[in-house]
């Protein structure tokens, strides 16, 4: 409870300790099972969300020229490989965010930093993926798994491939010039379409994610999923995981039961 009242503050293992009092690898176990609870009980929170969503918009489709954007999505980087860790080695093999998350080739190209997809909705909740590359392999499942097909989604312009799916699907041009071959005004919003709910959400993901000072990735889908957790929780509420939603998840409350006392009961 503290800790979706903290929210967007994160509670790392070390708090724990002293407030409870306990060893660190108590705290730290304390906190997988958090993380685990977590985890699974973003999956019905997902689907709940997708089906409120699914039953608003049925049949909705969005004006050409104006914006009412329920849900944004866009992708950042946690702890990337700087210049320094690659030793002052460019690296040529990736571009984009990606490269920023290997090292130098001729450092081995190991994966230091973390890739987050984020999928974020103006009602408050939010959802954070750890991803591999931003190609539409990888981002569409994502994607068609959380926000349904008539929902108004905007982006940038590097998610063109949700054109052909999502009819109501707009996308603002940062890279847009002006008269002068400079940067256009209207870069970052036109008529109404702008990708600040999922960049405003990335701000806080990266400001609350300092605190742990790095994260490997293969831990980081666990961190990004209890903080997806608290973040839904606080936008939904904590009824949503015990109170039953409909014929299709009527299986929430007996989920929602086993899941808060399986993990720090047994």
């Known amino acids: 409870m503290e800790t979706t009242l903290q929210y967007p503050k994160?509670?790392?293992?070390?708090?724990?300790?002293?407030?409870?009092?306990?060893?660190?690898?108590?705290?730290?176990?304390?906190?997988?099972?958090?993380?685990?609870?977590?985890?699974d009980s973003l999956t019905i929170l997902r689907e709940v969300l997708y089906n409120t969503l699914q039953t608003e918009f049925k049949g909705y489709q969005l004006p050409l020229h104006q914006g009412n954007g329920k849900s944004s999505a866009d992708s950042v980087v946690l702890y990337s490989a700087s210049q320094r860790a690659n030793k002052g080695r460019k690296r040529r093999k990736h571009s984009g965010q990606t490269a920023s998350i290997y090292l130098s080739d001729?450092?081995?190209?190991?994966?230091?930093?973390?890739?987050?997809?984020?999928?974020?909705?103006?009602?408050?909740?939010?959802?954070?993926?750890?991803?591999?590359?931003?190609?539409a392999d990888t981002l569409l499942p994502l994607i068609k798994a959380t926000v349904p097909k008539e929902c108004p989604i905007y982006t940038d312009e590097a998610y063109s491939f949700l054109n052909r799916i999502y009819p109501n699907y707009r996308a603002v041009n940062h890279s847009k010039k002006g008269k002068y071959s400079r940067f256009a005004k209207d870069r970052w919003s036109q008529d109404g379409v702008h990708n600040q709910l999922a960049e405003g959400r990335n701000s806080v993901l990266k400001t609350a994610f300092r605190i742990y000072r790095y994260i490997s990735?293969?831990?980081?889908?666990?961190?990004?999923?209890?903080?997806?957790?608290f973040?839904?929780?606080?936008?939904?509420?904590?009824?949503?995981?015990?109170?039953?939603?409909?014929?299709?998840?009527?299986?929430?409350?007996e989920v929602g039961r086993q899941s808060l006392t399986g993990y720090f009961v047994n």
Do not use: C, M
């Open 217 to 229: 990735p293969e831990y980081a889908p666990l961190y990004l999923n209890e903080f997806s957790f």
């Open 10 to 39: 994160v509670v790392p293992a070390t708090e724990w300790v002293k407030r409870l009092n306990i060893s660190y690898n108590s705290a730290l176990l304390l906190k997988r099972r958090l993380q685990l609870l977590a985890s």
């Open 231 to 253: 973040a839904n929780l606080k936008a939904l509420g904590w009824d949503i995981l015990t109170k039953p939603q409909s014929s299709a998840l009527g299986f929430v409350s």
């Open 106 to 135: 001729s450092l081995g190209g190991k994966q230091i930093g973390t890739l987050v997809h984020t999928i974020a909705f103006q009602n408050g909740a939010v959802f954070y993926d750890a991803i591999q590359d931003q190609t």
